[in-house]
């Protein structure tokens, strides 16, 4: 003898985005805020100690914002010309940056004017940054030399003029203090050792490179350049581990989050790609209204700054973590109704009756279990249920029709309960998974109100409202049989003589996956 | 029981022996008895001359010695009675009998022989169809229920009088109530129909009932044990359920579970070897052969089965196993012509759970119904290599394949999505099937075959036979691969040989059911021509076939299935050499199970049912463990000797043992008697006198039993003798053992020869 079958209610599995942790997490960020800069922001940086200010490079200046203000708590403005590339030093003490006119200025974060300037570049200076030793500088310029500047004595080390184009962006290396990298136009990356004279390695690119970085370890690069953002091993000579097209303008900037695990791209457009750095696909990705030029996180992966090239700083918080103190608060039962019985061990002549488990069923089920079909639809037509889980109510619904009682269900309401439901069904009947019931119930509803039609405004409106639907949905479906069509002159006009079979076929196929989608 | 040939036979229902033949003379539709006339018992035969009418009389049964006896004093009680066993009652110890027959009801009293009739009104209000159906009588009071096919049962009380009777109506029932039966006292009433829910009412009260619902399939009959602790139901689909008195369910006995139509076809399970098809509504049956029971029951549908008349249920309607039965693919769809309602389920064989597990469900994979679903059989590889083609009446195929989940936070980490869409000059698809290896799939469109690669599905060939469209396809196995056979509308058999892509033969027959061997190159064919089916087998490369049986069976055969042997089977008639390897069972259109067996039906019957009997009549004593020991270790024995077959010699060790266990204590002589023959018997002979021996003091012991012997052990009798014939037989045979041996040799040197 078998059990009540409850309704089964068919979940349709949701296309396109999947939930992962990855998308949660991401999403766990508040509105963003929106700052005006005076120009495109070309770099934004993290101060590496507490409070984690972060400098804003754009214009002729740098703003300094702390972690929840809107408004720059500091400012450098004593530039000529466009700034480039602040950035702070390990201990966020020091602040380097260069300029338009050649010149790297190093700022004290608490000061005003420059406390060491050097001079040795002929054109703009568009990347600085302090070497892992905190001692010295390394810059890339529009003159396509990368210099080595020693800030206490505030000289050239040394001047590297290996690149043939615009050096446009380069990362020192946090394990080894001699060691950094510079991007260049003429699609290279090179590897510069302070100890020697010349490059140490060259990587090729492909495309002018845009941003690069390295791995907290040292043993990874990533660049980007063109569309592709591009990780090589430097342990292995600079060999390409994996290539990445995933924009479709060029990739502007690169970031990793705290914890090193996923790797950040900006691009022009109007993209941040979020990528694992184990399997390098993309785990999640934000929109923006303009496209993209630099790109910063906080540590503990706290807010996500993006400056743009309209000179929009877009500023997002994470938001704080939800403690739910509701469920602490519920008082728990004590230990002993847990273990109240549990642990007594029948003696060998107990007669032991074991107590039958009780099955959980729904309101809808236990009205069908007992052929009460109007009953069973009142109960799944009550808000909570309608509104969120439609598919339950459409179950209802072809349960009762499988049963040959959807009819006396549907009949016998007054006006209030037909205008639910037909406020429902004109809703979803156009959900494809819906249509086949929900055309059914349009007719059957149709077939028993009809008498009753134009004595109640409210009801006349609702089967208005449905005709408008369905209306809509026959236009639209038949815009698309057209748009299938010349798509399928499209196909044809690839095929080849030679095997019309075939061909016919795979265009079949396309149509297949073009129905599916329609479906969905 | 009484038969339709005119017999009432009186059987031993401990020792399942009939005891005495009466002959009546006509046909016997329903027999009852009552407790109150031991001697004579009421048959229901239909009236001489008349159509459709019956009558009910009394045959006494005459205390004559000899078992053949001839019913004569026959007395017609009733006039006019229904036909079915449930139309008639005996009241309250015998003093009246019921009948109904449509609107009719008549009691007739045998005291007083008077006979009252009663009729309700035929018009039928509300639609409703007041005929009864069934009839039953208060065990203690004057009172008389009956069922009526509009799902009402009334209760007759005061019927002495002809127009002072007086009636109450109970209703729960929408439909027909099929059986009525009251508790022993009478205070319940339990009725059952087609809900299949067995209802309880109390002191015939309509407010006070009780319902044991959901019980699988239509009541056919309701019982009620005599000390009123059990009830039993008999249910439409073959199955019988034993329910408490507090209305509890206790257990069930099935075999073969009988469904509406067996849409499924007759599919083997290649783990279990067990045959399945449907069962329940809106269930997957796996049935073991071996033991005639079913192993379990598979819900495929999944959703609450309505017991009622009309209504549009879904059920199963394809199903299929991939090589290793770790995959189950189903197809369910509703009766709905317009819209069937498809969904293709595949379902992973769970190792700890020891049953399949959904794992993906496809609603509408096609647009139109599904023809037909395989599988592709490719054993040696792993799963990866399975592929699923179902083609419909939507005009194309489709290819289904395994895809990983890429998210390793998915649950399962495997799903089915389609792969590929066929179709060929929009022609409805009709068949499929994978050849051996899986390389080429062959699909037919209604009148043409087609030929792809599984690779890279491309078409590769087409075959066409016209007129006529394409029944039923498949390929060739082992030495015969190269050969694709089909079968048309149009009652021809093809053979197409797809190396040259030329038809190699054809043959005009009607073929309703090709069925390939999978473990040879045989191929079954039934054919079904003017009223009676017929087998042929054949292998592919020659068109003569090898083994022809005709008119197999009166029914239509509509679906065959050849089941694997767990060894291949020893068979000395050349004729039934294909059927070494694997069984061959037949479903007719009556849901009976055929098969073919290579013995003959002696052969077949006399081993079983030996067995049966001792094993029956050995009760687990501590004598009956040492022979069982004993005869192990004589088992043993022979097999260290290594000898081919010791069936043969088993059987010779017992007869006296076997006998022993037969007779009844009471006739038996005494205990010192038969001691000596025990032991004797217990000897493992190695001259062939002592079995000679053995024999004559079997042949004085059976004339012992007959001289003490009452004409009770006629039969007992009877089968000493039978037995002591085959004893002889074998004993001849034991004495030529030489010649034995030769004979052996020369059935060993036939194998050797056919199996090369």
């Given at each position: 003898m078998a059990a009540y079958k409850p309704v089964v209610?068919?979940?349709?599995?949701?296309?396109?985005?999947?939930?992962?942790?990855?998308?949660?997490?991401?999403?766990?960020?508040?509105?963003?805020?929106?700052?005006?800069?005076?120009?495109?922001?070309?770099?934004?940086?993290?101060?590496?100690?507490?409070?984690?200010?972060?400098?804003?490079?754009?214009?002729?200046?740098?703003?300094?914002?702390?972690?929840?203000?809107?408004?720059?708590?500091?400012?450098?403005?004593?530039?000529?010309?466009?700034?480039?590339?602040?950035?702070?030093?390990?201990?966020?003490?020091?602040?380097?940056?260069?300029?338009?006119?050649?010149?790297?200025?190093?700022?004290?974060?608490?000061?005003?004017?420059?406390?060491?300037?050097?001079?040795?570049?002929?054109?703009?200076?568009?990347?600085?940054?302090?070497?892992?030793?905190?001692?010295?500088?390394?810059?890339?310029?529009?003159?396509?030399?990368?210099?080595?500047?020693?800030?206490?004595?505030?000289?050239?080390?040394?001047?590297?003029?290996?690149?043939?184009?615009?050096?446009?962006?380069?990362?020192?290396?946090?394990?080894?203090?001699?060691?950094?990298?510079?991007?260049?136009?003429?699609?290279?990356?090179?590897?510069?050792?302070?100890?020697?004279?010349?490059?140490?390695?060259?990587?090729?690119?492909?495309?002018?490179?845009?941003?690069?970085?390295?791995?907290?370890?040292?043993?990874?690069?990533?660049?980007?350049?063109?569309?592709?953002?591009?990780?090589?091993?430097?342990?292995?000579?600079?060999?390409?581990?994996?290539?990445?097209?995933?924009?479709?303008?060029?990739?502007?900037?690169?970031?990793?989050?705290?914890?090193?695990?996923?790797?950040?791209?900006?691009?022009?457009?109007?993209?941040?790609?979020?990528?694992?750095?184990?399997?390098?696909?993309?785990?999640?990705?934000?929109?923006?209204?303009?496209?993209?030029?630099?790109?910063?996180?906080?540590?503990?992966?706290?807010?996500?700054?993006?400056?743009?090239?309209?000179?929009?700083?877009?500023?997002?918080?994470?938001?704080?973590?939800?403690?739910?103190?509701?469920?602490?608060?519920?008082?728990?039962?004590?230990?002993?109704?847990?273990?109240?019985?549990?642990?007594?061990?029948?003696?060998?002549?107990?007669?032991?009756?074991?107590?039958p488990v009780k099955r959980?069923l729904?309101?809808y089920d236990k009205l069908l279990r007992g052929f009460q079909s109007s009953k069973a639809?009142?109960?799944?037509?009550?808000?909570?249920?309608?509104?969120?889980?439609?598919?339950?109510?459409?179950?209802?619904?072809?349960e009762l029709h499988r049963r040959g009682t959807l009819?006396s269900a549907?009949?016998?309401?007054?006006?209030?309960?037909?205008?639910?439901?037909?406020?429902?069904?004109?809703?979803?009947?156009?959900?494809?998974?819906?249509?086949?019931?929900?055309?059914?119930?349009?007719?059957?509803?149709?077939?028993?109100?009809?008498?009753?039609?134009?004595?109640?405004?409210?009801?006349?409106?609702?089967?208005?409202?449905?005709?408008?639907?369905?209306?809509?949905?026959?236009?639209?479906?038949?815009?698309?049989?057209?748009?299938?069509?010349?798509?399928?002159?499209?196909?044809?006009?690839?095929?080849?003589?030679?095997?019309?079979?075939?061909?016919?076929?795979?265009?079949?196929?396309?149509?297949?996956?073009?129905?599916?989608?329609?479906?969905? | 029981s009484s038969s339709l040939?005119?017999?009432i036979k009186?059987w031993?229902f401990?020792?399942g022996?009939?005891?005495?033949?009466?002959?009546?003379?006509?046909k016997l539709l329903a027999l009852y008895t009552l407790a109150?006339?031991?001697?004579?018992v009421f048959v229901v035969i239909p009236?001489?001359?008349?159509?459709d009418?019956f009558?009910l009389?009394?045959?006494?049964?005459?205390?004559?010695?000899?078992?053949?006896?001839?019913?004569?004093?026959?007395?017609?009680?009733l006039?006019g009675v229904g036909a079915s066993m449930k139309h008639i009652a005996f009241g309250r110890e015998g003093?009246y009998v019921v009948s109904v027959k449509d609107v009719n009801l008549q009691v007739?009293?045998?005291?007083?022989?008077?006979?009252?009739?009663f009729s309700l009104s035929t018009?039928k209000t509300k639609g409703g169809d007041n005929r009864f159906s069934c009839v039953v009588c208060h065990p203690t009071e004057d009172c008389i229920a009956t069922g009526h096919a509009d799902g009402k049962i009334r209760l007759w009380r005061?019927f002495?009088?002809?127009?002072?009777?007086t009636y109450s109506t109970l209703h729960w029932h929408h439909d027909i109530v099929m059986d009525l039966a009251f508790s022993m006292e009478g205070t319940r009433l339990l009725s059952g129909g087609v809900e299949s829910v067995l209802v309880q009412w109390h002191n015939e009260s309509s407010c006070q009932k009780d319902f044991l619902p959901r019980l699988g399939s239509p009541i056919e009959y309701i019982s009620m044990a005599s000390d009123g602790s059990l009830c039993c139901t008999v249910h439409t689909d073959n199955r019988i359920t034993i329910i408490n008195s507090n209305l509890r369910f206790s257990r069930s006995i099935q075999g073969l579970i009988k469904s509406r139509d067996v849409k499924t076809?007759l599919?083997?399970?290649?783990?279990?070897?067990a045959l399945v098809l449907n069962g329940e509504p809106g269930h997957l049956q796996f049935y073991s052969l071996?033991s005639d029971q079913q192993l379990f029951s598979l819900d495929i549908v999944q959703r609450q089965y309505i017991h009622e008349a009309g209504l549009k249920q879904s059920d199963l309607v394809?199903v299929?196993?991939?090589?290793?039965?770790?995959?189950?693919?189903t197809?369910e769809e509703s009766e709905e012509?317009?819209?069937?309602?498809?969904?293709?389920?595949?379902?992973?064989?769970?190792?700890?759970?020891?049953s399949?597990?959904?794992?993906?469900?496809?609603?509408?994979?096609?647009?139109?119904?599904?023809?037909?679903?395989?599988?592709?059989?490719?054993?040696?590889?792993?799963?990866?290599?399975?592929?699923?083609?179902?083609?419909?009446?939507?005009?194309?195929?489709?290819?289904?394949?395994?895809?990983?989940?890429?998210?390793?936070?998915?649950?399962?980490?495997?799903?089915?999505?389609?792969?590929?869409?066929?179709?060929?000059?929009?022609?409805?698809?009709?068949?499929?099937?994978?050849?051996?290896?899986?390389?080429?799939?062959?699909?037919?469109?209604?009148?043409?075959?087609?030929?792809?690669?599984?690779?890279?599905?491309?078409?590769?060939?087409?075959?066409?036979?016209?007129?006529?469209?394409?029944?039923?396809?498949?390929?060739?196995?082992?030495?015969?691969?190269?050969?694709?056979?089909?079968?048309?509308?149009?009652?021809?058999?093809?053979?197409?040989?797809?190396?040259?892509?030329?038809?190699?033969?054809?043959?005009?027959?009607?073929?309703?059911?090709?069925?390939?061997?999978?473990?040879?190159?045989?191929?079954?064919?039934?054919?079904?021509?003017?009223?009676?089916?017929?087998?042929?087998?054949?292998?592919?490369?020659?068109?003569?076939?090898?083994?022809?049986?005709?008119?197999?069976?009166?029914e239509?055969?509509l679906l065959?299935?050849?089941?694997?042997?767990?060894?291949?089977?020893?068979?000395?008639?050349?004729?039934?050499?294909?059927?070494?390897?694997?069984?061959?069972?037949?479903l007719t259109d009556t849901q009976e199970l055929i098969?073919?067996?290579?013995?003959?039906?002696?052969?077949?019957?006399?081993?079983?049912?030996?067995?049966?009997?001792?094993?029956?009549?050995?009760?687990?004593?501590?004598?009956?463990?040492?022979?069982?020991?004993?005869?192990?270790?004589?088992?043993?024995?022979?097999?260290?000797?290594?000898?081919?077959?010791?069936?043969?010699?088993?059987?010779?060790?017992?007869?006296?043992?076997?006998?022993?266990?037969?007779?009844?204590?009471?006739?038996?002589?005494?205990?010192?008697?038969?001691?000596?023959?025990?032991?004797?018997?217990?000897?493992?002979?190695?001259?062939?006198?002592?079995?000679?021996?053995?024999?004559?003091?079997?042949?004085?012991?059976?004339?012992?039993?007959?001289?003490?012997?009452?004409?009770?052990?006629?039969?007992?009798?009877?089968?000493?003798?039978?037995?002591?014939?085959?004893?002889?037989?074998?004993?001849?045979?034991?004495?030529?053992?030489?010649?034995?041996?030769?004979?052996?040799?020369?059935?060993?040197?036939?194998?050797?020869?056919?199996?090369?």
């Amino acid at each position: 003898m078998a059990a009540y079958k409850p309704v089964v209610v068919q979940a349709c599995p949701k296309l396109g985005e999947r939930i992962t942790q990855d998308t949660l997490y991401w999403r766990g960020y508040k509105t963003p805020v929106q700052i005006k800069e005076f120009g495109a922001v070309n770099k934004i940086d993290f101060s590496p100690a507490p409070p984690y200010n972060y400098a804003v490079t754009a214009s002729s200046r740098i703003h300094i914002y702390g972690r929840y203000s809107q408004e720059p708590i500091k400012t450098f403005s004593r530039f000529r010309d466009a700034a480039y590339c602040a950035t702070y030093r390990d201990d966020g003490r020091l602040l380097a940056a260069g300029s338009e006119d050649g010149s790297v200025c190093l700022f004290d974060v608490s000061g005003k004017a420059p406390l060491r300037q050097f001079e040795g570049h002929t054109k703009p200076v568009h990347v600085v940054g302090f070497l892992s030793d905190k001692y010295r500088i390394f810059s890339g310029g529009d003159d396509y030399s990368s210099n080595l500047w020693d800030i206490p004595s505030a000289t050239e080390i040394i001047s590297y003029s290996e690149h043939t184009d615009y050096v446009r962006c380069g990362c020192a290396s946090k394990v080894n203090a001699d060691v950094f990298i510079t991007g260049s136009y003429d699609h290279t990356v090179k590897l510069f050792d302070a100890r020697t004279k010349s490059s140490v390695m060259t990587i090729e690119h492909g495309h002018p490179v845009e941003s690069v970085l390295l791995f907290p370890s040292g043993g990874l690069l990533v660049s980007a350049g063109g569309r592709y953002v591009k990780v090589w091993d430097v342990l292995k000579g600079g060999q390409l581990l994996v290539s990445l097209k995933n924009h479709h303008k060029t990739v502007t900037c690169l970031c990793l989050n705290s914890s090193g695990q996923r790797l950040l791209s900006g691009s022009l457009d109007r993209h941040v790609k979020i990528y694992s750095t184990t399997s390098y696909k993309v785990v999640h990705s934000f929109n923006y209204a303009t496209s993209i030029l630099s790109l910063a996180l906080s540590p503990e992966d706290e807010t996500i700054v993006v400056g743009m090239t309209n000179g929009v700083l877009n500023v997002k918080h994470r938001k704080p973590e939800e403690k739910n103190e509701n469920s602490q608060k519920k008082r728990q039962p004590a230990y002993r109704t847990y273990v109240k019985g549990r642990t007594y061990m029948p003696k060998q002549e107990d007669f032991c009756v074991s107590k039958p488990v009780k099955r959980v069923l729904r309101k809808y089920d236990k009205l069908l279990r007992g052929f009460q079909s109007s009953k069973a639809l009142d109960a799944v037509l009550e808000p909570p249920i309608m509104l969120h889980t439609p598919e339950v109510t459409v179950a209802v619904m072809q349960e009762l029709h499988r049963r040959g009682t959807l009819r006396s269900a549907l009949a016998g309401r007054d006006e209030k309960q037909v205008n639910l439901l037909l406020t429902f069904v004109a809703r979803r009947v156009i959900e494809p998974r819906f249509t086949p019931v929900l055309v059914t119930v349009a007719d059957m509803i149709t077939d028993i109100y009809q008498p009753v039609v134009g004595q109640s405004a409210i009801v006349d409106r609702q089967f208005l409202k449905l005709q408008e639907a369905i209306g809509k949905e026959i236009d639209y479906q038949e815009e698309l049989l057209e748009v299938l069509g010349m798509m399928d002159t499209l196909f044809a006009t690839f095929t080849k003589k030679k095997d019309t079979c075939l061909e016919e076929n795979k265009s079949n196929g396309v149509t297949e996956i073009i129905e599916k989608n329609r479906n969905y | 029981s009484s038969s339709l040939d005119g017999t009432i036979k009186l059987w031993d229902f401990m020792d399942g022996i009939p005891i005495k033949t009466f002959t009546v003379g006509c046909k016997l539709l329903a027999l009852y008895t009552l407790a109150s006339a031991e001697d004579s018992v009421f048959v229901v035969i239909p009236k001489k001359g008349e159509r459709d009418t019956f009558q009910l009389i009394s045959v006494k049964l005459t205390k004559g010695a000899g078992q053949e006896l001839e019913g004569k004093e026959l007395s017609v009680v009733l006039d006019g009675v229904g036909a079915s066993m449930k139309h008639i009652a005996f009241g309250r110890e015998g003093a009246y009998v019921v009948s109904v027959k449509d609107v009719n009801l008549q009691v007739y009293f045998f005291k007083r022989k008077l006979l009252n009739r009663f009729s309700l009104s035929t018009i039928k209000t509300k639609g409703g169809d007041n005929r009864f159906s069934c009839v039953v009588c208060h065990p203690t009071e004057d009172c008389i229920a009956t069922g009526h096919a509009d799902g009402k049962i009334r209760l007759w009380r005061n019927f002495h009088h002809k127009k002072d009777y007086t009636y109450s109506t109970l209703h729960w029932h929408h439909d027909i109530v099929m059986d009525l039966a009251f508790s022993m006292e009478g205070t319940r009433l339990l009725s059952g129909g087609v809900e299949s829910v067995l209802v309880q009412w109390h002191n015939e009260s309509s407010c006070q009932k009780d319902f044991l619902p959901r019980l699988g399939s239509p009541i056919e009959y309701i019982s009620m044990a005599s000390d009123g602790s059990l009830c039993c139901t008999v249910h439409t689909d073959n199955r019988i359920t034993i329910i408490n008195s507090n209305l509890r369910f206790s257990r069930s006995i099935q075999g073969l579970i009988k469904s509406r139509d067996v849409k499924t076809g007759l599919v083997v399970d290649p783990r279990t070897k067990a045959l399945v098809l449907n069962g329940e509504p809106g269930h997957l049956q796996f049935y073991s052969l071996q033991s005639d029971q079913q192993l379990f029951s598979l819900d495929i549908v999944q959703r609450q089965y309505i017991h009622e008349a009309g209504l549009k249920q879904s059920d199963l309607v394809k199903v299929a196993f991939s090589a290793r039965g770790t995959w189950l693919a189903t197809v369910e769809e509703s009766e709905e012509v317009a819209d069937p309602e498809l969904q293709l389920k595949l379902w992973f064989y769970h190792e700890e759970a020891q049953s399949f597990v959904l794992n993906t469900r496809i609603n509408t994979p096609h647009d139109n119904h599904i023809t037909d679903m395989c599988f592709r059989d490719m054993d040696e590889q792993g799963d990866d290599s399975l592929i699923l083609v179902t083609t419909g009446r939507d005009c194309v195929f489709k290819v289904w394949v395994m895809v990983e989940d890429s998210d390793p936070e998915a649950l399962q980490n495997v799903s089915w999505s389609c792969d590929f869409v066929g179709s060929y000059h929009n022609y409805q698809a009709t068949n499929c099937c994978f050849s051996e290896d899986g390389s080429l799939l062959a699909v037919s469109f209604e009148e043409t075959v087609t030929v792809w690669d599984s690779l890279t599905w491309d078409l590769k060939c087409t075959f066409c036979h016209p007129p006529g469209n394409i029944r039923k396809i498949c390929f060739g196995r082992l030495t015969c691969s190269k050969y694709l056979i089909g079968a048309t509308d149009y009652g021809f058999l093809c053979c197409w040989n797809l190396l040259t892509c030329a038809l190699e033969w054809s043959a005009h027959l009607n073929v309703v059911v090709l069925q390939p061997d999978p473990l040879s190159e045989h191929i079954a064919a039934v054919s079904w021509l003017s009223k009676e089916s017929s087998l042929f087998v054949f292998k592919p490369n020659e068109p003569r076939p090898i083994y022809i049986q005709r008119n197999v069976c009166k029914e239509k055969i509509l679906l065959a299935a050849f089941v694997p042997r767990d060894e291949p089977e020893m068979i000395s008639s050349e004729k039934y050499l294909w059927l070494r390897k694997s069984q061959l069972f037949f479903l007719t259109d009556t849901q009976e199970l055929i098969t073919l067996s290579t013995k003959s039906l002696e052969e077949r019957l006399t081993p079983s049912s030996k067995q049966l009997a001792v094993e029956e009549s050995i009760p687990m004593t501590p004598f009956s463990l040492l022979l069982g020991k004993h005869r192990r270790q004589q088992a043993q024995e022979d097999m260290d000797l290594g000898k081919p077959v010791v069936l043969t010699k088993q059987e010779q060790a017992s007869p006296a043992v076997k006998e022993l266990l037969h007779t009844p204590a009471h006739v038996l002589p005494s205990a010192s008697f038969l001691c000596t023959i025990f032991i004797n018997s217990l000897l493992i002979s190695k001259e062939n006198k002592s079995a000679e021996e053995v024999a004559d003091e079997v042949e004085m012991e059976s004339e012992k039993a007959e001289d003490d012997s009452d004409e009770e052990d006629v039969t007992a009798m009877e089968q000493e003798d039978t037995s002591h014939m085959e004893l002889l037989g074998e004993m001849t045979c034991k004495l030529s053992k030489s010649q034995e041996k030769e004979l052996r040799k020369i059935r060993k040197m036939d194998y050797s020869w056919i199996s090369a």
